[in-house]
């Protein structure tokens, strides 16, 4: 092809930016042009393809200044280039990469064909025509007809360039203008469903960010909405202007502290409104960094449980499990409580004799017509509000089986440690026992048993619990401090554990359990047998960067234990002669080069490998991982091999030692963030929870193990909302959607050279990408981000969870660890 001249390039960065700003949002298909019906054909120029049906229009925007769009409907991700011609001879290229929302609402894509670009005045004086074709090929987007004075004739008054995106509390900026009648001052209306929440006009001063394609001017808003918004729920509000053009980045999403505007005084009458938004804009920025965990007696303090009015008063019973010198304190605070205790028996636990004693004191309870019974440890002293607390949960239509709560450990010189639970986690309960500090559960449920059963708390709840997920009864937890624990001997409770797991294991599958020693708690490791001719399909997306993509294969070859696994490589056009030769290398040894060519996008990479693997389990791995552990394999199938596991992630370490993933939490900054990045990956971490296999809401797909099955059921990772960013938080919660436990096991640990191959994500392109992708998850889960039900509401919700305590706390109502649902808006796209 002809070469552009570069006399004819964009004088500068700028006159480009100002001419992507005023793209028009137009969408119209347009069917291809003969290329006998082309409008001054350029001599002696070869077409290399045979032109599709491309869609897609051009224009004047002003003087010297040309946009339009380009889009390949067979191919969505791709990103088109443009040429550009004045009076039949190429001049330049340019890339159809920048946002048009009604693109992506047409097309269900990024919306990302956008395409601008300026030429000098001077080279359009003597020009005729100026005329865009998808390049390579005979489709002509559109003329623009110019003046023997280079003048445009009228451009359509409709075309409005524009953005708009959240800034935190309920604030929204942006800016708008006309691209053709520059001067003239746009309105902007803000609504939610059809209730218009605001109308302002675009006449401030706007200073664009590093990625925004504009100039500084007056062209700019600043919007607050109604205080009422500040609730705590997901708002989704769409922004246009007065032409019903949509902004860039509408809709929002939109999410508030919520319950600081009650607490902080912002809803007195006595409060401005001036001055409620900015105190709610100080607290939104002070609210997500929390308060550190030193801070946990104030917080004690000022969120105290308060103890519900009952309408009923149930018979209540306590089983204390302990030694008989330590029931009594333990009794006498239960004596305070603000609800009745009708009887009460102490057991000591795992002793000679235990299931007669258990017999004698099951018969007790019965007799005496217990309706709720409550388990214990013996030195515990619960709260004065805990027995009414815990009734209270008990009843309602759909009354829960068990309910436990939070709990504080009291170490030997006083000081007190918060332990903020999780809704119920099954795997941290047979690593942990982490319920058994204070529970509750229907007497109908109280157990009979066996002489090889568990005389213990650990015993008889892991009973209950078996029995209610036998009958598929909800299982409770109240998020309220309600007992204080002493630290007591993590061997005893481990013992105490593992003689209790028996009735929660799958008893089709043989099962090793390893203890291991914790700090505070047990540190249990269930290994049940895996099958070592379970395949399992290695998918390594890669583009060159031979230096990350060796040692991560020579790895696996080297560190892994279980036998039967493939790896496919999926190529994204590399080009490095020594990339290609290690591919004609590993080739001969079993591995499987897949071209995966085109724009990186790495859910279509991945999307294309799984559907050439053969193996019953994938595994999704980056090339800039290394295995250091031969069981690493076998430790993500133990726990991925159960039937209602959807993805298992692995314990990822920074080269320099300090964890960069121990599984994914919701809520940070209304998005997801990697817990314990800031550890060494030898600590324990908060609650100990570095050292056992847990239940998480998602985990990263850097190294992310699922049944092929299960990928394939959920649509695998979503090509089209999330191409690089969220696309493995959105396939765990669309796991979690279709009942399928996340897990994340530190007995799988990689090293990982975050982002290495790729980069970081720091440039104007990349962080524009992040932001629509982030909307879009916003968009798509809303008040699930904010709910993670493995993560505590009494927990700090910024870049690093489990570092701080929630000041205030989130709503504390009973949860439960429910599959989430999309917004319906999304529904289709699923």
């Given amino acids: 092809m002809e070469q552009p001249n570069r006399d004819e390039a964009p004088d500068s960065v700028s006159e480009q930016d ?9 969408v119209q298909r347009i069917t291809h042009e003969p290329a006998a019906m082309r409008e001054a054909p350029a001599p002696g120029i070869a077409h290399v393809l045979e032109a599709p049906a491309f869609q897609g229009d051009f224009w004047q925007l002003g003087d010297g200044l040309f946009g339009g769009w380009a889009f390949d409907p067979r191919h969505p991700e791709r990103k088109l280039a443009v040429e550009l011609w004045l009076d039949g001879t190429v001049t330049s290229l340019v890339r159809a990469d920048l946002f048009v929302p009604e693109l992506r609402e047409a097309e269900g894509t990024d919306g990302c064909h956008g ?46 360039a524009g953005s708009v995106r959240w ?94 505007i009650e607490q902080f005084g912002l809803a007195d009458s006595e409060t401005s409104s001036k001055d409620a938004v900015e105190r709610l804009a100080y607290l939104e920025r002070l609210m997500p960094s929390s308060l550190p965990l030193t801070s946990y007696p104030d917080w004690r303090r000022a969120y105290a449980p308060k103890a519900p009015e009952l309408a009923e008063t149930p018979r209540i019973a306590a089983v204390v499990f302990g030694p008989p010198e330590q029931a009594d304190e333990t009794l006498q605070s239960l004596d305070t409580a603000s609800a009745p205790l009708w009887t009460a028996v102490a057991l000591e636990s795992l002793t000679v004799g235990g ?73 941290r309960f047979l690593a942990q026992g982490y319920l058994c500090d204070l529970v509750a559960f229907d007497a109908a449920l109280l157990p009979e048993l066996d002489h090889d059963e568990s005389v213990s708390d650990y015993g008889v709840v892991a009973q209950v619990l078996a029995g209610a997920l036998a009958a598929e009864r909800p299982i409770g937890h109240l998020p309220e401090v309600l007992a204080t624990v002493p630290a007591g001997s993590t061997e005893a409770d481990a013992d105490a554990l593992v ?60 560190k892994t ?117 800031e550890r060494q990956g030898d600590e324990p971490g908060y609650d100990e929870l570095l ?87 916003r968009l798509k889960w809303g008040e699930t981000l904010v709910a993670d039900p493995l993560y505590s509401p009494c927990l700090n919700r910024d870049a690093y969870p489990y570092t701080g305590i929630a000041w205030p706390p989130r709503e504390r109502a009973l949860r439960r660890n429910l599959p989430p649902q999309p917004n319906a808006m999304f529904k289709w796209l699923s």
């Avoid at 100002?18 to 949002?25: N, Q």
């Fill in 167 to 260: 800034v935190g509390g309920i604030r929204v900026v942006g800016w708008a203008r006309d691209r053709v009648h520059i001067e003239r001052t746009l309105t902007v209306s803000l609504f939610e469903g059809s209730r218009l929440l605001a109308e302002v006009p675009a006449d401030m001063w706007y200073e664009p960010g590093p990625d925004e394609p504009l100039a500084p001017g007056r062209h700019g808003f600043d919007v607050t909405l109604p205080l009422e918004l500040a609730d705590g729920r997901l708002h989704e509000i769409r922004v246009l202007t007065e032409r019903g053009t949509e902004l860039a980045g509408s809709p929002i999403a939109l999410l508030t502290l919520g319950s600081g």
């Fill in 561 to 677: 234990a279980h036998p039967a696994f493939e790896i496919l490589i999926a190529d994204n056009d590399s080009r490095d002669e020594d990339t290609l030769a290690y591919f004609r290398e590993l080739a001969y040894r079993g591995v499987r080069v897949l071209p995966a060519p085109g724009p990186f996008n790495y859910a279509r990479i991945n999307n294309a490998a799984a559907r050439a693997a053969n193996g019953r389990y994938l595994l999704l791995l980056n090339n800039d991982t290394e295995v250091e552990d031969r069981d690493w394999l076998t430790a993500l199938l133990e726990p991925g091999s159960a039937a209602d596991v959807g993805a298992v992630g692995a314990k990822l370490l920074w080269p320099s030692g300090l964890v960069q993933h121990g599984g994914v939490v919701l809520g940070s900054h209304f998005g997801a963030a990697h817990a314990f990045n």
């Fill in 115 to 160: 395409f601008a670009t300026s030429l000098k005045l001077s080279s359009l004086a003597h020009t005729r025509q100026v005329s865009a074709y998808v390049a390579n090929t005979d489709h002509h987007l559109g003329t623009v007809h110019l003046h023997s004075t280079g003048s445009s004739r009228p451009v359509k008054p409709e075309d409005i």
């Fill in 18 to 26: 100002a001419a992507s700003a005023r793209i028009v949002r137009r």
């Fill in 499 to 558: 003689a209790a797991l028996p009735p929660l294991l799958d008893p089709e599958r043989e099962t090793h359990v390893m203890v291991r020693e914790g700090l505070l708690f047990p540190a249990i490791r269930v290994r049940p047998a895996v099958d070592p001719d379970a395949l399992v399909s290695i998918l390594i997306p890669t583009r060159d960067r031979l230096d990350l993509l060796r040692p991560c294969v020579e790895s696996l070859f080297a």
């Fill in 355 to 427: 299931v007669e004693a258990w017999r004698e004191a099951r018969a007790h309870l019965v007799e005496e017509g217990s309706e709720i019974i409550v388990v214990l440890k013996a030195g515990s002293r619960v709260h004065p509000a805990a027995l009414a607390a815990l009734a209270a949960a008990m009843v309602g239509p759909d009354k829960p089986a068990l309910v436990y709560s939070d709990s504080e450990i009291a170490l030997a010189d006083g000081t007190l440690l918060p332990r903020f639970k999780p809704a119920f986690d099954k795997e």
């Fill in 691 to 777: 050292q056992v296999t847990r239940e998480t809401s998602a985990v990263t797909a850097a190294c992310l193990l699922v049944k092929r099955k299960d990928y394939f059921a959920v649509g695998g990772l979503d090509e089209r909302l999330f191409p690089v960013n969220f696309n493995d938080v959105d396939l765990c919660l669309k796991l979690r959607a279709i009942g399928r436990r996340n897990i994340w096991t530190p007995h799988a640990a990689l090293r990982h050279k975050e982002s290495a191959s790729r980069g970081q994500d720091a440039n104007a392109e990349r962080q524009s990408r992040t932001r629509r992708e982030l909307n879009a998850l």
